[in-house]
């Protein structure tokens, strides 16, 4: 760390999550003063000139580069946020492990469980603290369906229900971007989207341990993007040529948990009508909670035959009072992010695991890669432990 108490901040890809990793970083020291050091927006790798263009003019980075490897090798740069498509964050992430850079990783972590592994192991070795982006863990509302849960407000645990639809593929004339592609992807929404549901669902109940799932592909071609379509968002192509689709659209699952409660998980990307509706219930002897992304700031809790209350997201939930005065005002997904931002700083700065880890990464993976393989047999299938430090089963 600097004696000046700033760490200089390494961007790796300047695409939507690059710059919303920019502005948490700075907007973490507004909303945690006490914070023992602050972010520094020191260097950009990108090799497109209008991602560095926007990295230098509009975020504020004091220089950028082209090459990734550059700005790990950069003594200006304490910390690192890698937020490149998936087929490159096990280079990275390793480069970063080598090069002594605690990183912030976005999920999936890696393509398979086995990258994930590679990855958790490599930086528990090197002794780095490290953050993953399950940005939707900081939810206050989750925070405080989490305590109900821990502290037995809702009883023994005895089913789950997560459900993540989206609509950000449903469109068929949508590019095939690198996202529809198994060796730049890995999986399809069982990675992209899937792969939140499992860590919210370990996050407040426990560990998965084992699950039976199927898959289906619903639109099997898409066509070929035009010069310059690179994300999921893409819709400029080249109509007259087509390209398949080589993973799933939509995954189903079967879990049970360790402490006995069973769960069901859906998602899709291909969902016409839900925008983003992420839900995650939990039901228990004594009660039950519900919360939908949708309604952020809203948490659902029954704990008698009236059925459900609505309680609004207040100061005591979470860090809910780190951005807004009362129940009402509400918090946006950027503010998510300002948590993780804040929990990793701090993580850097006390040398100690407090943001989700590479660990936390992997045994997401690990039930992702489950629930392929499961799909893949038509069989139930066990969900490997994984070694190193997992912040999801704290208490």
């Known amino acids: 760390m ?112 086995e990258e994930s592994r590679e990855i958790s192991v490599a930086a528990t070795a090197a002794g780095l603290v490290t953050s993953v982006g399950f940005n939707y863990r900081h939810a206050p509302a989750v925070a405080e369906m989490r305590r109900l849960v821990r502290e037995g407000a809702l009883g ?69 993007p035009a010069a310059g379509a690179v994300n999921r968002f893409s819709s400029d192509t080249d109509a007259t040529r087509t390209g398949a689709v080589e993973n799933e659209d939509y995954v189903s699952v079967l879990a049970r948990f360790d402490g006995g409660a069973v769960g069901v998980f859906e998602s899709s990307r291909v969902a016409i009508g839900p925008r983003s509706e992420y839900v995650l219930e939990v039901y228990g002897t004594k009660g039950s909670a519900r919360w939908d992304f949708q309604r952020l700031n809203e948490l659902q809790f029954a704990d008698d035959p009236a059925g459900y209350r609505t309680i609004m997201a207040s100061p005591g939930f979470g860090d809910f009072s780190r951005f807004q005065p009362g129940a009402g005002t509400s918090m946006g997904f950027d503010d998510l992010k300002t948590v993780e931002a804040a929990l990793f700083l701090r993580s850097v700065a006390e040398g100690r695991q407090l943001a989700p880890s590479v660990a936390d990464g992997w045994a997401a993976a690990e039930a992702a890669d489950a629930a392929l393989r499961s799909a893949a047999s038509g069989t139930w299938t066990a969900v490997p432990t994984v070694e190193g430090e997992t912040t999801y089963d704290r208490p």
């Not at 740069?77 to 990783?105: Q, T």
């Not at 229900?161 to 949508?174: G, H, I, K, Q, T």
């Open 2 to 113: 600097k004696e000046s108490h700033t760490l200089g901040v390494g961007l790796i890809s300047v695409g939507w999550m690059g710059r919303l990793h920019s502005r948490a970083y700075l907007a973490a020291g507004q909303h945690y003063p006490e914070l023992p050091v602050r972010a520094s927006l020191a260097v950009a790798a990108d090799p497109d000139e209008g991602g560095r263009g926007h990295a230098r003019e509009a975020l504020g980075y004091r220089r950028t580069v082209a090459d990734y490897r550059e700005l790990l090798a950069d003594p200006e740069v304490d910390v690192v946020s890698i937020c490149s498509p998936n087929f490159l964050h096990r280079e990275i992430a390793l480069a970063a492990v080598a090069a002594g850079k605690p990183f912030w990783i976005e999920k999936p972590m890696g393509r398979s469980a």
């Open 156 to 224: 023994r645990i005895t089913n789950v229900r997560v459900s993540l639809l989206a609509d950000y593929s449903a469109d068929p004339r949508s590019a095939l971007t690198w996202r529809f592609l198994k060796d730049r992807a890995g999986s399809g929404v069982v990675g992209d989207l899937l792969s939140h549901g499992l860590d919210l669902a370990q996050f407040v109940v426990g560990r998965i341990d084992s699950v039976s799932a199927l898959t289906e592909t619903f639109i099997p071609s898409r066509p070929l």
